[in-house]
């Protein structure tokens, strides 16, 4: 079945995941080569893919901003 932009409801989040994935990756060679540490803040995508995604790349963990996002992605 063939979608439109109207066809979805919002809001939405709609992310090319082969874009999303690369500059994940590239976040995350950053700030092991410059000793950092992530810890991103869920406000900015409220998704649980793309904070695993984070995890995976070696996120030491998230911030949230609310107790309802604590409940949903801690």
């Known amino acids: ?5 109207n ?5 939405a ?5 082969e874009v999303l ?3 994940l990756d590239r976040t995350a060679t950053y700030a092991l080569r ?3 540490k992530l810890r991103p803040h869920l ?6 893919f793309v904070a695993e995604q984070q ?3 070696g996120a030491l963990d998230v911030a949230v ?8 992605f801690c």
Do not use: C, Q, V
């Not at 079945?1 to 932009?5: D, E, I, K, Q, V």
């Not at 406000?43 to 649980?48: C, D, E, P, Q, V």
């Open 34 to 36: 410059h000793w950092l």
């Open 55 to 57: 995890k995976k790349r």
């Open 21 to 23: 994935l690369r500059n």
């Open 13 to 17: 989040l709609i992310l090319d995941e």
């Open 1 to 5: 079945m063939f979608y439109t932009l």
């Open 65 to 72: 901003g609310t107790l309802a996002e604590a409940r949903i």
């Open 7 to 11: 066809d979805i409801k919002t809001p």
């Open 43 to 48: 406000k900015t995508h409220k998704s649980l």
